[in-house]
T-cell receptor, first 111, second 114 residues
């Protein structure tokens, strides 16, 4: 079955450590996205990539970094510069003007 | 500035009755609207969409109504079923754009009571 796999489901890190969230898709979608969800807020776009080896900042990119070396993969690194990293992170993919297909998310807790 | 607002954080409805979820927007340039449904510990899934050239779009038990003059859209679920219990997000964009152009609301948690 085609879909988006995010791993791990839960992640715990100490403050000051970088952490990388995995996102893999086998839908053959060109575009991939990272969103963050906080309680009482809508989904906010962190980074997106329309094509391999290219990516753009979203609305809240500070403290995050990404790479897109393969079409199937779009890992997100939460760096120590991100002031409030504890959140639910969602990866998504789409065709050029298609609907977003989301993974099941990674809940990151930083203490 | 919240351009897409879902002012009701939660809604509880009896099974078999109608559920009405509301969404307001402030950006008059928005002309394409979507609803996503999200179960706990899962990612959102696309439910239904509407373009501003229409005022209604129907898909089975789900109907979305768009009132452009009021900058308001609503999602009707008839009849509501316990499996509809989820968080519903509305989203808007200018044109049928790619995901980076979507603006999401804060979500409404629907609980359908058996």
């Amino acid at each position: 079955d085609g879909g988006i796999t995010q791993s791990p489901k839960y992640l715990f890190r100490k403050e000051g450590q970088n952490v990388t969230l995995s996102c893999e898709q086998n839908l053959n979608h060109d575009a991939m996205y990272w969103y963050r969800q906080d309680p009482g807020q809508g989904l906010r776009l962190i980074y997106y990539s329309q094509i391999v080896n290219d990516f753009q900042k979203g609305d809240i990119a500070e403290g995050y970094s990404v790479s897109r070396e393969k079409k199937e993969s779009f890992p997100l690194t939460v760096t120590s510069a991100q002031k409030n990293p504890t959140a639910f992170y969602l990866c998504a993919s789409s065709t050029t003007f298609g609907h977003l297909h989301f993974g099941n998310g990674t809940r990151l807790t930083v203490t | 500035d919240q351009q897409v607002k879902q002012n009701s954080p939660s809604l509880s409805v009896q099974e078999g009755r109608i559920s009405i979820l509301n969404c307001d927007y402030t950006n008059s340039m928005f002309d394409y609207f979507l609803w996503y449904k999200k179960y706990p510990a899962e990612g959102p899934t696309f439910l239904i969409s509407i373009s501003s050239i229409k005022d209604k779009n129907e898909d089975g038990r789900f109907t979305v109504f768009l009132n452009k003059s009021a900058k308001h859209l609503s999602l009707h679920i008839v009849p509501s079923q316990p499996g509809d219990s989820a968080v519903y997000f509305c989203a808007a964009s200018v044109g049928k754009s790619s995901g980076d152009k979507l603006t999401f609301g804060t979500g409404t948690r629907l609980a359908v009571r058996p």
